[in-house]
C-alpha cells in the first residue's frame, strides 16, 4: 500500500473516526445524551423478531423497517464486517472502497467512501443502506434519494468504547433479521475481554505502553476515549498518553520523557518494518522499550475499527505485553 500523506490520512479519518483502520486524527465525539440512552438500549439482549421491525437509529429517530432484507450495502468497514459476524453477508450486494475484511468483500462492488457512487447505488436498489453519522450530517439530499429509491437507511453511530460497539451490533442485527446472532457475537465478545480482565488482576507491576498509530515526523497516539485506551486499561497495563484524550501529536523528545516499558506501532500496513525504524532512532537508546527491545507492531484494523475483531486486537495486546501471564 502506498504511503498515504498527513493531510489525506486526516481528511479520511474525520470521516469514517476509526472505522477504517487508518486513524491518524481525533475521532468524531458525539457523546448526547439520546444517543448515550439509544446505545444503551440497543446493547441490551434483544430477543429474535419477525418482521416489521422498529428501532431507533443512531440519529435518535425512530425507524420501522417493513420486510427483512435481501440486499444490503454497507458504507464503512466496521458495519460490513458486523454484517459478516452476524451471518448476513450473503446479503451484501455492496460496499465501500476501505471495506477489506473478511476476504469475500473483495467480490462486491465498490461504492465510494466519504464521497458515495449515488448513481450506482441507486442502479443497485438495495433494501437496505447502513450508513455513518457524516452521510446523515453532511448528505442528507443522497440519503433521501435513497429513500425516495426504496430503501431503508439506518444510521449508524461512530462508536468509541466496547459498549457502543456491543449496540451497534444488536441494531444492526435488528434491522437484518439477525438479533439472535448478533446477541450470540455480542455475548462471545463480552466473554473473551473477561477472560482477559481475569488474567490482567494477577499483574501486580503494570507495565508502560507508548502507542504509535503514525510515524515521525508526525507521531500520533491514542490517549482516552479511545479504543486503545481501552484496552490497555482491560489488560492492566498504563497508556503513557494517558492524560490525552482523543487522538494527539507528540514530539520524539516528549515521548522519551515517557519511559515506556512497551512500544507498539500500527502502521505496519504502509511502513516496512515499523519496529527497526522506531528501534534506531537517535536518542531513545535510554527508554526501556528500546533497550529490552519491545517493539511491536498489530493489525490496526482490529484496535482501531469498530466491530468484532476489537477482541482480537486486545487478545493480541495482551499476549504481546504480558507474554509471562496470557501466553500461558
Known amino acids: 500500500m502506498k504511503r498515504w500523506t498527513l493531510t489525506t ?38 430477543s429474535d423478531e419477525t418482521f416489521p421491525v422498529t428501532v431507533v437509529d443512531g440519529t435518535g429517530e425512530e425507524i420501522t423497517i417493513e420486510d427483512e432484507p435481501e440486499t444490503i450495502i454497507s458504507v464503512i468497514p466496521s458495519n460490513t464486517e458486523i454484517t459478516y459476524a452476524i451471518g448476513q453477508g450473503e446479503k451484501l450486494i455492496a460496499v465501500d ?9 473483495a467480490e462486491l462492488e465498490k461504492i465510494g467512501d466519504q464521497q458515495l457512487d449515488v448513481e450506482k447505488i441507486l ?18 439530499d443522497i440519503l433521501n434519494q435513497f429513500k425516495e429509491n426504496g430503501t431503508d437507511v439506518v444510521v ?24 439472535e446472532e448478533a446477541q450470540n457475537v455480542v455475548q462471545e465478545m463480552q466473554d473473551r475481554l473477561e477472560v482477559v480482565k481475569e488474567k490482567a488482576s494477577r499483574i501486580e507491576e503494570p507495565k ?24 490497555l486499561e482491560s489488560i492492566h497495563a498504563v497508556n503513557t498518553a494517558g492524560d490525552q484524550t482523543g487522538w494527539v501529536k507528540m514530539t520524539e523528545e516528549e515521548i522519551v520523557t515517557l519511559n515506556p516499558d512497551v512500544i507498539i506501532t500500527t502502521y505496519g500496513y504502509y511502513v516496512d518494518n515499523p519496529a527497526e525504524g522506531v528501534l534506531s532512532r537517535e536518542g531513545w537508546t535510554e527508554v ?41
Open 9 to 46: 490520512i486526516i481528511a479520511v479519518l474525520m470521516v469514517f473516526t476509526a472505522a477504517c483502520g487508518t486513524n491518524k486524527d481525533q475521532p468524531v465525539n458525539d457523546t448526547s445524551s439520546q444517543e448515550t440512552e439509544t446505545a444503551e438500549e440497543s446493547s441490551q439482549p434483544q
Open 97 to 105: 472502497n476501505y471495506s477489506n475484511y473478511p476476504e469475500e468483500t
Open 123 to 140: 442502479a443497485l436498489q438495495p433494501d437496505l443502506a447502513l450508513v455513518t453519522e457524516y452521510q446523515h450530517e453532511n448528505n442528507p
Open 156 to 179: 449508524i453511530n461512530s462508536a468509541e468504547s466496547f459498549d457502543q460497539v456491543y449496540a451497534s451490533i444488536n441494531l444492526i442485527g435488528k434491522v437484518t433479521g439477525a438479533a
Open 208 to 231: 508502560r505502553v507508548w502507542v504509535e498509530v503514525s510515524p515521525a515526523p508526525d507521531i500520533f497516539t491514542p490517549g482516552q476515549n479511545t479504543f486503545m485506551h481501552e484496552m
Open 288 to 328: 526501556p522499550a528500546i533497550k529490552n527491545e519491545q517493539v511491536y507492531d498489530v493489525n490496526n484494523d482490529t484496535v482501531t475499527r469498530p466491530g468484532p475483531r476489537l477482541i482480537d486486537g486486545v487478545e493480541t495486546l495482551a499476549e504481546l505485553i504480558y507474554p509471562d501471564v496470557f501466553k500461558n
